[in-house]
Structure formats: structure tokens, C-alpha cells
């Protein structure tokens, strides 16, 4: 099976792991088919715990930590939504924006939709501004 054929791995639905880990290393003795779920459990000992063993029910900071994330997210993404508003307002097409700021259009869509923008109510038929971008 192809290591990098999506196809190939879906109809098989296992992957190749090497053993010792060395991905140029492919001798047989060295090489298991193992499903998704069994390579990830090969792999996570060696990833350290991303909540540091923190659950609602050992740590009462676990609450406060999820809403400071969420927060700070929240406030992030405002910008971003105000900078891809503040582009639309100039004029520029949603795929020019979404060149400039590295991102699909759909991501676009999005952040104009949360700063309230609805695109496709403000074209004009036959502006032709966005109506080959949806």
C-alpha cells in the first residue's frame, strides 16, 4: 500500500509504522500495519498531556482556564473579523481579501458574517463583486 495514497489508506484503513521509528527504514522486520486508532495509542506515550492531568473534577482553576481560552479566542477573532470587514469596506473582493490575509474565501464569509456583514445581500446584480467566489 502507498504510505501517501489517500485512497490507498482509506480503502485499507491502516496505516505503516516502522518499529523504530526511522521512516527510512523499510525492511519488513521493521514495518506493521496497524489501524488509525492503534497508531495513535503507539504514539501518544511519547506526547505530553495537553490539560496537565487537569479535569473538572480534580481542579476547581479548571473552569477559569477554559473561559480565560475561550476569551482570549473570542477577542482574537473579533480582530480578525474587523480586519477582513475593514478590507470589504474598501472595496476589495473576497478572494482578494482572502489572498492578503492567507485564508479560503469561506473563511471570509465567515469572519464578514460575524462582524455582521451579509455579502451576498450587499451585491448588486450584475456588480459581479462576488458572484463566482461562493
Known amino acids: 500500500m502507498p504510505r501517501k495514497d489517500p485512497e490507498a489508506r482509506k480503502q485499507y484503513n491502516h496505516e505503516q509504522y516502522e518499529k523504530n521509528r526511522d521512516k527510512r527504514d523499510n525492511r519488513i522486520e521493521n514495518l506493521m500495519f496497524v489501524t488509525y486508532a492503534e497508531h495513535n495509542r503507539l504514539h501518544v506515550k511519547d506526547r505530553p498531556i495537553w490539560n496537565n492531568g487537569m479535569t473538572r473534577e480534580t481542579s476547581s482553576k479548571w473552569d477559569a482556564a477554559i473561559l480565560k481560552r475561550m476569551e482570549t479566542h473570542k477577542r482574537n477573532y473579533q480582530k480578525k473579523c474587523e480586519d477582513a470587514a475593514c478590507l470589504y469596506s ?20 465567515s469572519r464578514l458574517e460575524y462582524a455582521g456583514i451579509d455579502v451576498h445581500a450587499t451585491i448588486e446584480v450584475g456588480e459581479g463583486q462576488e458572484g463566482s467566489d461562493a
Open 90 to 109: 474598501q472595496g476589495l473582493r473576497v478572494v482578494q481579501i482572502a489572498d492578503i490575509l492567507n485564508i479560503c474565501s469561506r473563511q471570509v464569509y
